[in-house]
């Protein structure tokens, strides 16, 4: 800094002309505190305007680059928008779609029900479709089951709890009542048996 200052004063004598002992010529040695003041100033003033310039040049470069992601943020949330609309459509759609299929299925089992109390008829499926049938038929039977009745399967559980909490003469005396009143002859059996 020394330097500098030594080299800006020497520049400023020269630009000046500052005279030395008042006999009309110069002396290049003798350097006054303004001329000193002067000279930082004025480096100090080209110094901030060559950073002033650096800072507005970064400035310009931050802005347009907040700008570039502000527009790419802009796209972003229109695309995440448009996804979240497509996303409630097809989320609407699997349900319709659902309680299409169980009401089809629902019809399948009305179905079935009436071929059975028809004369049978040949089947023209292959294996293959069988199988598939049967994939999907298992499927929707659990679902059509668990829709009709939410509560036969508390049910379920209810009656397999007491059954394990019976024991073994109580299983064996519950086995036979049902296997008699299952079957029309075993009830006429045990009416004629026990008049």
């Known amino acids: ?107 399948i089992k009305f179905l079935q029900t009436v071929a059975t109390n028809s004369p049978p008829s040949s089947s023209h499926h292959s294996v293959g479709e069988a199988s598939s049938a049967d994939d999907v038929t298992k499927k929707y039977s659990t679902q059509y089951e668990a829709h009709l009745d939410p509560f036969s399967a508390f049910n379920r559980r209810e009656k397999q709890r007491k059954y394990a909490s019976l024991n073994s003469a109580e299983r064996v005396t519950l086995g036979i009542g049902k296997m008699i009143l299952s079957d029309k002859v075993a009830r006429h059996g045990v009416f004629f048996y026990t008049i």
Do not use: H
């Open 1 to 107: 800094e020394v330097e500098c200052n030594r080299v800006g004063s020497s520049g400023i004598n020269a630009e000046y002309g500052v005279r030395g002992d008042g006999d009309g010529e110069p002396n290049p040695g003798v350097v006054t505190e303004a001329m000193v003041k002067e000279a930082d100033e004025q480096q100090q003033q080209q110094v901030s305007a060559s950073t002033t310039t650096g800072n507005m040049d970064m400035l310009a470069i931050v802005t347009s680059q907040r700008e570039r992601f502000r527009a790419k943020v802009e796209v972003v949330e229109g695309d995440l928008n448009q996804l979240k609309t497509s996303y409630a459509i097809l989320q609407q759609d699997n349900s319709t779609l659902r309680n299409d299929n169980m009401k089809l299925y629902e019809r």
